[in-house]
Protein backbone atom coordinates (compact mmCIF):
# COMPACT_ATOMS: atom_id res chain seq x y z
CA UNK A 1 0.00 0.00 0.00
CA UNK A 2 1.28 3.37 -1.16
CA UNK A 3 0.85 6.30 1.04
CA UNK A 4 0.78 9.29 -1.40
CA UNK A 5 -1.30 11.89 1.28
CA UNK A 6 2.33 13.62 2.31
CA UNK A 7 1.78 16.42 4.58
CA UNK A 8 -1.76 16.24 4.30
CA UNK A 9 -3.11 14.46 6.87
CA UNK A 10 -5.52 15.32 9.84
CA UNK A 11 -6.32 18.89 10.12
CA UNK A 12 -4.20 19.83 7.34
CA UNK A 13 -6.06 17.71 5.05
CA UNK A 14 -9.31 19.22 5.90
CA UNK A 15 -7.86 22.92 5.24
CA UNK A 16 -6.72 21.68 1.62
CA UNK A 17 -10.03 20.02 1.19
CA UNK A 18 -12.47 22.51 2.73
CA UNK A 19 -14.03 19.63 5.24
CA UNK A 20 -15.60 21.02 8.02
CA UNK A 21 -15.11 18.41 10.66
CA UNK A 22 -17.62 18.03 13.40
CA UNK A 23 -14.90 18.09 16.02
CA UNK A 24 -12.10 20.14 14.74
CA UNK A 25 -8.30 19.32 15.69
CA UNK A 26 -8.04 20.88 19.15
CA UNK A 27 -11.16 21.08 20.05
CA UNK A 28 -12.72 20.42 23.71
CA UNK A 29 -15.68 20.46 25.68
CA UNK A 30 -15.76 22.13 28.90
CA UNK A 31 -18.53 22.84 31.77
CA UNK A 32 -17.87 26.17 31.66
CA UNK A 33 -16.64 29.08 29.37
CA UNK A 34 -13.61 31.38 28.62
CA UNK A 35 -12.45 34.51 27.95
CA UNK A 36 -9.97 35.49 25.78
CA UNK A 37 -8.34 39.08 26.00
CA UNK A 38 -6.29 40.39 23.11
CA UNK A 39 -3.08 38.69 21.95
CA UNK A 40 -0.19 40.93 21.66
CA UNK A 41 3.30 39.77 20.08
CA UNK A 42 6.39 41.14 21.47
CA UNK A 43 7.31 42.35 18.01
CA UNK A 44 6.21 42.63 14.04
CA UNK A 45 9.53 41.21 12.97
CA UNK A 46 10.84 38.04 13.75
CA UNK A 47 14.34 38.02 14.21
CA UNK A 48 17.12 34.90 15.57
CA UNK A 49 15.02 35.03 19.27
CA UNK A 50 11.67 34.29 17.63
CA UNK A 51 8.40 36.09 18.40
CA UNK A 52 6.18 35.23 21.75
CA UNK A 53 2.65 36.30 21.95
CA UNK A 54 1.00 36.89 25.05
CA UNK A 55 -3.12 36.73 26.42
CA UNK A 56 -4.82 36.63 29.37
CA UNK A 57 -7.39 34.15 29.46
CA UNK A 58 -10.16 34.20 32.28
CA UNK A 59 -12.80 31.61 33.71
CA UNK A 60 -16.18 33.46 32.67
CA UNK A 61 -17.98 30.29 34.60
CA UNK A 62 -19.38 28.90 37.64
CA UNK A 63 -16.92 25.78 37.37
CA UNK A 64 -13.44 25.17 37.51
CA UNK A 65 -12.14 24.19 33.85
CA UNK A 66 -9.24 23.93 31.23
CA UNK A 67 -9.06 25.77 28.42
CA UNK A 68 -6.18 25.62 25.53
CA UNK A 69 -5.12 28.35 23.56
CA UNK A 70 -3.14 27.54 20.39
CA UNK A 71 -0.39 29.22 18.03
CA UNK A 72 -0.76 28.11 14.18
CA UNK A 73 1.76 29.77 11.42
CA UNK A 74 0.20 30.82 8.12
CA UNK A 75 2.87 31.38 5.56
CA UNK A 76 1.62 34.01 3.38
CA UNK A 77 2.69 34.16 -0.35
CA UNK A 78 4.73 31.19 -0.67
CA UNK A 79 5.74 29.05 -4.05
CA UNK A 80 5.77 26.08 -2.19
CA UNK A 81 3.35 23.83 -1.63
CA UNK A 82 2.23 23.97 2.12
CA UNK A 83 -0.07 23.74 3.96
CA UNK A 84 -2.61 26.36 5.29
CA UNK A 85 -1.77 26.33 8.72
CA UNK A 86 0.58 24.41 11.05
CA UNK A 87 0.26 24.42 14.73
CA UNK A 88 3.81 25.47 16.35
CA UNK A 89 2.50 26.31 20.32
CA UNK A 90 0.03 25.59 22.55
CA UNK A 91 -0.41 25.46 26.05
CA UNK A 92 -3.50 24.37 28.79
CA UNK A 93 -4.47 26.71 31.27
CA UNK A 94 -6.99 25.44 33.90
CA UNK A 95 -8.66 28.23 36.36
CA UNK A 96 -10.97 28.23 39.00
CA UNK A 97 -14.32 30.37 38.32
CA UNK A 98 -13.34 34.33 38.40
CA UNK A 99 -9.72 33.16 37.65
CA UNK A 100 -7.67 34.76 35.29
CA UNK A 101 -4.01 33.89 33.59
CA UNK A 102 -1.11 35.36 31.11
CA UNK A 103 -0.67 32.91 28.32
CA UNK A 104 2.52 33.18 26.44
CA UNK A 105 3.07 31.09 23.37
CA UNK A 106 6.39 31.69 21.51
CA UNK A 107 7.53 31.25 18.15
CA UNK A 108 11.17 30.62 16.49
CA UNK A 109 11.99 30.89 12.73
CA UNK A 110 12.59 26.97 12.95
CA UNK A 111 8.52 27.63 13.19
CA UNK A 112 8.02 29.48 10.54
CA UNK A 113 10.25 26.57 8.33
CA UNK A 114 9.47 23.46 5.89
CA UNK A 115 12.08 21.01 5.34
CA UNK A 116 13.40 20.82 1.62
CA UNK A 117 14.46 17.43 0.43
CA UNK A 118 17.18 18.72 -2.25
CA UNK A 119 18.74 20.56 0.37
CA UNK A 120 18.59 18.44 3.07
CA UNK A 121 17.63 21.55 5.26
CA UNK A 122 14.78 23.41 7.12
CA UNK A 123 13.86 26.30 5.34
CA UNK A 124 12.11 30.05 6.28
CA UNK A 125 12.39 32.10 3.25
CA UNK A 126 11.93 35.61 4.30
CA UNK A 127 8.35 37.01 3.55
CA UNK A 128 5.26 37.79 5.92
CA UNK A 129 3.55 35.35 7.87
CA UNK A 130 0.61 35.58 9.96
CA UNK A 131 0.39 33.75 13.52
CA UNK A 132 -2.96 32.66 14.50
CA UNK A 133 -3.98 32.43 17.89
CA UNK A 134 -7.07 29.77 18.04
CA UNK A 135 -9.23 27.72 20.50
CA UNK A 136 -8.94 24.89 17.31
CA UNK A 137 -8.42 24.40 13.63
CA UNK A 138 -11.56 26.03 13.00
CA UNK A 139 -11.81 28.94 15.61
CA UNK A 140 -8.77 31.82 15.05
CA UNK A 141 -9.31 34.09 17.94
CA UNK A 142 -6.44 36.84 15.76
CA UNK A 143 -4.68 36.93 13.18
CA UNK A 144 -1.13 38.38 14.29
CA UNK A 145 0.62 39.57 10.74
CA UNK A 146 4.91 39.31 10.93
CA UNK A 147 7.69 39.67 8.83
CA UNK A 148 11.12 37.20 8.64
CA UNK A 149 13.35 39.97 7.26
CA UNK A 150 16.17 37.01 6.25
CA UNK A 151 16.32 33.60 4.96
CA UNK A 152 16.14 30.94 7.96
CA UNK A 153 18.10 27.73 6.36
CA UNK A 154 19.27 24.98 9.32
CA UNK A 155 20.75 21.82 7.73
CA UNK A 156 19.71 18.33 8.97
CA UNK A 157 23.05 17.15 10.61
CA UNK A 158 24.43 13.68 9.45
Same mark, same amino acid.
Given at each position: ?????????????? *? =???? !??????GFGLSFTSFEWGEPKA????MGTD??????????TGERAGSDLVQLYVRPLGTSVDRP *? =???? !???KVRLDPGQ??????SVTPRDLSYFDVDAKAFIAPAGNYELLVAANTSEAHRAIPISLTKDYVA???K
Open positions: MAYREGIYVGYRHH *D =KRDI !APLFPFSSAVGVSVALTVTN *D =KELR !AFVSADVHLPVA
